[in-house]
């Protein structure tokens, strides 16, 4: 469905306020978060099948990633001091609050199943604290979606059923390609299965997202601007990266050439959305137009002999007021 | 601690017009009755009386002193340091014939509220009085209220990091009094009381103005079968509510937060499944 090209607002200004999250700390936090949540699964994969380079290597990248991420959420806090407000509830209806709390269980776990596989000591101890990091870590890579979903953000929220599934994908992408990248290639086996199939499942994710904004109205703020631009580089890195670690994926060089092009789609794609969001929180149509659209619907399954109607009688009725965006 | 697990459509207790009471759903159980704003923008002179009255009431900063070419509107939009602000548009509704459409805006207070919903701190809070209120001394400025909130209200203050919007001046109405906005109205566009006498009256005006020949009065945010249940401050418009800024079929984004987290399990699931099957096979 074309959206009519002309619709009514105040002035050309926005309806809902833009995004004060900001760059490069919140899209770089759903990078990390999910490279770490991913990488935390892979490390107790190939703990369990004795590839303890892979898990070792994967624990670090898990503990690195948090930690950064821990730094970009405070730093992105209007009143960083008061971050630990974050623990004074907890709320389901928040997905911020459920995330708080999943990085709270997850950080420490991640922490000490690093430090036991790079130090060598408690190793029950480190066994454990894979386990849980493995446990937690899917909530830590997928929560986010519902965290940007659920806004008034037209680019996001049309995208509550999908972003799930992208958001985990690209975790997947983003933890293989690095255990891809920087692992030998004979103890890279988990990495490389998980990057091939992280990489296949964000293509199709992917796909339908962009179906459902499409019918949503919302897929202009995903396909032009910095977003479009973002989310097609990510789509060819991950094409790339996809082939190359499927047919060459044992050769060295080529390991670490797909697994590069790996997380670099997976940031991309986190970065491409994110943008998306803002895009559609900033031009006023991506808000009036799908709701207009929808109470037409309405209006037309209630009084079917209306139907005909042409997109109501505003557009067009006030010269002054019509916004050419 | 919250108690509240259900998002906010869960059924609970309701008021007499059939629509959530908000206040007895956030627990209180004996509660004063719900108060609300009906703006009526057919009698708005544009004067901003409001916007000053709740700027000194309330203590909120200026926020900027630009010409924006605008019309008469200087001030642009509800932001974090604007709780009330008067939009004018100017009409031409055929050749040679034009009209002045003015409106003050303010928070929707709604019975649904996105942004109560999502605050991770518990900052936001629902008052005795069923409206929706920010505790500055909680909140740590995480900015989600501002992107969850449909008609674009809440904002962050770049000076303090916090999120800010009208209380609906909780600290006057708790002693009885009118809220300074309304206080300041030199026509009663804007009317303050219990929300199911406002919503009554407002019917009463609508009826009037439509026998009075003015067919394109319609209220805004007053059934609560809307897509937030409901404002508790809600307004007569004289066009469509985009024509004023306003979203024509705001809905509260939390209704589908159930189904994101059913996504968001299947999604997590799917991926630890993936990360384990990766395993498999034999080592090469």
């Known amino acids: ?325 | 601690m919250s108690t509240r697990v259900a998002p906010a459509f869960a059924a609970g207790p309701t008021d007499a017009a059939g629509g959530l009471d908000p206040a007895a759903r956030s627990g209180y159980a004996d509660h004063p009755p719900r108060m609300g704003f009906f703006t009526d923008t057919s009698v708005c002179i544009g004067c901003k009386a409001c916007e000053v009255a709740c700027k000194e009431w309330n203590k909120v900063p200026e926020d900027g002193l630009e010409l924006t070419g605008m019309s008469y509107d200087n001030t642009g939009s509800l932001s974090a340091s604007t709780w009330r602000h008067v939009a004018f548009i100017e009409q031409i509704v055929r050749a040679g014939d034009s009209r002045w459409l003015m409106s003050s805006d303010v928070c929707k207070h709604c019975t649904e509220a996105a942004c109560l919903d999502v605050c991770p701190t518990g900052a936001l809070m629902r008052s005795e009085f069923g409206t929706v209120v920010i505790q500055d001394d909680v909140c740590n400025g995480c900015g989600y209220c501002v992107s969850a909130c449909p008609f674009g209200v809440v904002g962050r203050r770049e000076t303090d990091g916090g999120a800010h919007k009208c209380t609906l001046c909780y600290d006057r109405i708790g002693d009885g009094l009118t809220p300074a906005c309304a206080k300041a109205c030199p026509t009663e566009s804007i009317q303050f009381g219990p929300l199911d006498e406002l919503r009554e009256r407002a019917q009463g005006r609508l009826r009037e103005l439509h026998d009075a020949g003015t067919p394109q009065a319609r209220l805004y945010g007053e059934d609560p079968a809307d897509g937030v249940g409901g404002a508790g401050a809600f307004f007569l418009l004289l066009d469509e509510p985009e024509v004023y800024g306003l979203p024509p079929d705001p809905v509260v984004t939390t209704r589908d937060l159930p189904r994101m987290w059913r996504h968001v399990a299947t999604a997590a699931a799917a991926l630890a499944a993936a990360a384990l099957l990766s395993g498999l096979g034999q080592r090469s």
């Open chain 1, 1 to 325: 469905m074309v959206p009519p090209a002309e619709f009514t607002s105040y002035y050309g200004r926005p309806v809902i306020k833009e995004v004060v999250w900001g760059v490069p700390d919140v899209p770089g936090y759903l990078f990390l978060g999910g490279l770490a949540g991913a990488s935390s699964l892979l490390a107790a994969s190939a703990e369990l099948t004795g590839r303890h380079e892979l898990a070792r290597t994967a624990k670090t990248a898990a503990v690195g990633a948090i930690s950064l991420s821990a730094l970009a959420l405070v730093q992105d806090l209007g009143r960083p001091a008061r971050f630990i407000n974050m623990l004074r509830v907890f709320k389901p209806t928040s997905p911020m609050s459920i995330g708080s709390w999943l990085l709270t269980a997850y950080g420490p776990a991640a922490g000490v199943a690093a430090a036991s596989a790079l130090t060598g000591r408690v190793p029950r101890i480190g066994r454990a604290a894979t386990a849980a990091a493995a446990m937690v870590g899917p909530g830590v890579a997928s929560y986010t979606a519902a965290l940007l979903a659920d806004t008034a953000v037209p680019a996001w929220h049309d995208a509550h059923r999908e972003l799930p599934y992208l958001f985990v994908s690209s975790a997947a992408t983003a933890a293989g390609g690095l255990g891809l990248a920087l692992v030998r290639p004979e103890h890279a086996g988990p990495a490389r299965n998980l990057a091939v199939a992280g990489a296949s499942a964000e293509l199709v994710a992917r796909n339908l997202l962009i179906r459902r904004v499409r019918r949503a109205g919302t897929v202009e703020a995903y396909q032009s601007g910095r977003a479009g631009h973002l989310m097609a580089a990510a789509e060819v890195l991950g094409v790339s990266g996809l082939s190359i670690a499927a047919t060459l994926g044992r050769n060295r060089v080529a390991a670490a050439l797909a697994g590069t092009a790996l997380v670099a789609s997976s940031a991309l794609t986190r970065f491409g959305v994110f943008y998306a969001g803002r895009i559609s929180a900033r031009d006023p149509k991506y808000t009036v137009v799908p709701q207009r659209d929808r109470l037409r619907r309405q209006d037309q399954a209630e009084s079917p002999a209306d139907a005909g109607l042409p997109a109501a009688g505003l557009v067009g009725q006030h010269g002054l007021l019509q916004c050419l965006g």
